[in-house]
């Protein structure tokens, strides 16, 4: 069962669009979203995290919106630029005891950015 | 500052075959996990730990063996390889499960 579920699995958008990149989640107890973004070859790298205290972070060019009552996330790209082309994971993790706690993953989310 | 490093890059293992796959860290994190890589899967938690010492079974930890003697190393063991097992393994640190983890370069292993 899928506790992080992320969409599109793929995406493709011209130069200057805006991507958006959902996840939904149902355990009401998870408390930090990160988002990572993973070029061929390489680990995967924190983009930008954002915790249920706030319905928006921005860094840059990307941006979280989080609507904890709906359960969702979203990553939003503006300007996109072919260097962006990427496989993007949502994630999401829970404060547990005896340091129980652990990042939950979406599948990913392949962009392309089309010159 | 060279964050975590893993050993080898590429590795091809007959069925059958034992092998260790290394993680080093040098920024004293006490978080360390194993993740493999397959296409539409994501990425799956294979083992982890919270500290020297310390280790605990992820979601597919069946066939895989961890130990964590020191802060720095957290090597992963594939015991018996499989063709199942052909994958890319990632191993990844943090300060904790709520901060940045850093990955490594993966290994890129295939069983035949």
């Known amino acids: 069962q899928q506790q992080v579920k992320q969409s599109p699995q793929s995406l493709i958008v011209q130069k200057g669009g805006i991507p958006i990149i959902n996840c939904a989640y149902e355990?009401?107890?998870?408390?930090?979203f990160p988002w990572y973004q993973q070029f061929p070859g390489k680990g995967p790298a924190l983009l930008i995290a954002?915790?249920?205290d706030v319905s928006e972070k921005k860094e840059g060019r990307f941006t979280i919106s989080f609507n904890k009552s709906a359960k969702q996330f979203s990553l939003h790209i503006m300007d996109s630029q072919p260097g962006d082309s990427a496989t993007y994971f949502c994630?999401?993790?829970?404060?547990?005891?005896?340091?129980?706690?652990?990042?939950?993953w979406g599948l990913g989310t392949s962009l392309a950015v089309n010159p | 500052n060279a964050g975590v490093t893993q050993t080898p890059k590429f590795q091809v293992l007959k069925t059958g075959q034992s092998m260790t796959l290394q993680c080093a860290q040098d920024?004293?994190?006490?978080?360390m996990s194993w993740y493999r890589q397959d296409p539409g899967m994501g990425l799956r938690l294979i083992h982890y730990?919270?500290?020297?010492?310390?280790?605990d079974q992820g979601e597919v930890p069946n066939g895989y063996n961890v130990s964590r003697s020191t802060t720095e190393d957290f090597p992963l063991r594939l015991l018996s390889a499989a063709p199942s097992q052909t994958s890319v393994y990632f191993c990844?640190?943090?300060?904790?499960?709520?901060?940045?983890?850093?990955f490594g370069q993966g290994t890129r292993l295939t069983v035949v």
């Open positions: 990844a640190s943090s300060y904790s499960w709520d901060t940045e983890a850093f």
């Open positions: 920024m004293n994190h006490e978080y």
């Open positions: 730990s919270v500290g020297a010492g310390i280790t």
């Open positions: 355990n009401t107890a998870f408390d930090y």
């Open positions: 954002i915790r249920p």
């Open positions: 994630a999401a993790s829970q404060e547990r005891a005896g340091n129980n706690r652990k990042l939950i």
